[in-house]
């Protein structure tokens, strides 16, 4: 354990999305807002209401272990952590227009048996602070297959803008399976960001460190 984790005193914690959750937040709904701890992954989350909305719909969960932080869209009212009550995680919330759920979670690929649509996005990066042009033109996944899926697959996504107010585009997509060594792709801009999906049944992963071939470039 870091030492930082074990220094007895109430601390700080460096935040990323710190604007995400406090500029879309409703602060009448305050007294909803719970905390959670998932013990298996080492992280502690906090469920709360955005601001447009009178019960719990969002989350923010922080790793302690890895320092870092994730958002996320889903309705739940109370959590206990895996033990006694349940091997998995136990959560009480909605789902749609219904109420009164309980939801085991950590447990299977599925959403109560049809596709569930998995995926890991990163905020924007750039090169030399954004004062010049990028170029990517292919990448090497990094990801281990653990479902029961036979044709396992993801999908990468480039998004990408020209100008920090400019809006978001798909430049180029490639999808990547079990035996995929490269994937080829092309996309050039100020700006890009990398959605990781998945949306078939039965199929889970582990994401490692992917690798970009990136080269500062010009705009054409």
């Keep these: 354990m870091d030492k930082h984790l074990k220094s007895g005193s109430v601390q700080s914690l460096p935040c990323t ?16 807002v719970f905390a959670t701890r998932n013990a298996q992954f080492n992280e502690v989350s906090w469920f709360y209401c955005s601001s447009t909305s009178e019960e719990i719909d969002r989350y923010v969960t922080y790793n302690y272990l890895e320092q870092t932080w994730s958002i996320g869209t ?21 789902s749609g227009t219904s109420s009164n759920f309980l939801y085991e979670h950590e447990v299977g690929s599925n959403d109560d048996g049809s596709a569930m ?35 396992p697959e993801l999908t990468y996504s480039i998004k990408t803008r020209d100008f920090p107010l400019g809006s978001l585009n798909t430049a180029t997509t490639a999808t990547v399976t079990s035996t995929t060594g ?33 080269k500062a470039d010009g705009r054409r």
């Design 182 to 214: 490269v994937a080829y792709v092309r996309a050039r801009a100020r700006q890009m960001r990398v959605r990781i999906e998945s949306t078939d049944v039965d199929n889970s992963w582990r994401l490692g460190d992917t690798r970009f071939d990136i």
């Design 17 to 32: 999305v710190r604007a995400y959750v406090f500029e879309d937040f409703n602060y009448g709904q305050t007294f909803k």
């Design 117 to 151: 649509t998995a995926f890991v996005e990163s905020a924007d990066f750039d090169a030399g602070d954004g004062n010049q042009f990028m170029h990517i033109q292919r990448l090497i996944p990094d990801v281990a297959f653990i479902g029961t899926d036979t044709e």
């Design 74 to 94: 889903l309705p739940r009212t109370s959590w206990i952590d895996a033990g006694g009550a349940s091997s998995n995680p136990l959560a009480a919330g909605s």
